[in-house]
C-alpha cells in the first residue's frame, strides 16, 4: 500500500511538472530567440513589436466602472497593460488571478493595469473583479467601442481575452491573443519594455 501511495505521489508530481513545463513553452521559445526584434509565437497568440517597427502613439479614453474617464493621456511615460475581457469569457476567469498576481507584481515597478470589459455594466465588471480578487479598475467599452476602435488596424484585440502591453511613449509593444497561459512571458516582455528609453 505504502508503495502504490508513493507511485500515485511520483505520477502527480511529474504531471504538476508537466503542467509547469507546458505553460512556460512559450517564455523557453521567447527567450531563445532573438527578442529585440519582432517575433511571433508558434501558435500565433503571441505578438511583440521592435520598438523602431511600433510607429505612432495610439490614442484612447473611456469611463471606468468605478466611475470617472481615463485616457492614454494620463499614463504617458508609464508602460500600461490592457486586457479586454467580459463576465461571462471563461478563458477570462481562468487568467483573471495571472493578471492580478502581475499587477500586484509590477504595479511598484510602475505599470499600470486596466481592464477593457467589452459587453457589461460597471455593476457586472465591479462584481467579477471583486469575486476574482481583481483590484485595477477596467473601462467600460459596451456603450461606445470607443477603446476597440482604437487599436483597429494597428494591432487589434482581435479575440477577448486579448492583452495589450503599451509602451511608455503609447506604443502597443505586445499582443497576447486569447487565453495567458504562460504568465512568465507577459513578464518578461514587460522587463523588456520597462528597461527601454521612455522619451
Not at 500565433?44 to 473611456?62: E, F, K, L
Request: charged share 15%; with cysteine.
Amino acid at each position: 500500500m505504502k508503495r502504490l501511495t508513493a507511485i500515485a505521489m511520483s505520477a502527480a508530481a511529474l504531471l504538476a511538472l508537466a503542467g509547469c513545463s507546458s505553460n512556460d513553452r512559450l517564455a523557453t521559445e521567447y527567450n531563445s530567440g532573438d527578442t529585440t526584434g519582432n517575433y511571433v509565437s508558434s501558435d500565433g497568440t503571441t505578438r511583440t513589436i521592435a520598438a523602431a517597427d511600433r510607429g505612432a502613439p495610439i490614442s484612447w479614453s473611456g469611463t471606468l466602472d468605478t466611475g470617472g474617464t481615463v485616457s492614454s493621456a494620463d499614463y504617458r511615460g508609464k508602460v500600461v497593460v490592457l486586457n479586454f475581457w467580459y463576465a461571462d469569457c471563461p478563458p477570462c476567469r481562468l487568467e483573471a488571478p495571472n493578471l492580478e498576481k502581475l499587477n500586484q507584481q509590477y504595479s511598484s515597478k510602475g505599470v499600470v493595469f486596466l481592464g477593457v470589459n467589452k459587453t457589461d455594466t460597471g455593476p457586472t465588471a465591479i462584481s467579477f473583479e471583486k469575486s476574482h480578487g481583481v483590484t485595477y479598475p477596467s473601462i467600460l467599452d459596451a456603450a461606445t467601442g470607443s477603446m476597440t476602435v482604437a487599436f483597429t488596424g494597428k494591432i487589434s484585440a482581435n479575440a477577448v481575452p486579448t492583452t495589450l502591453i503599451i509602451d511608455a511613449k503609447g506604443r502597443v509593444a505586445a499582443r497576447f491573443s486569447g487565453l495567458i497561459t504562460s504568465p512568465s512571458l507577459v513578464g518578461t516582455v514587460l522587463d523588456s519594455t520597462l528597461a527601454e528609453p521612455s522619451s
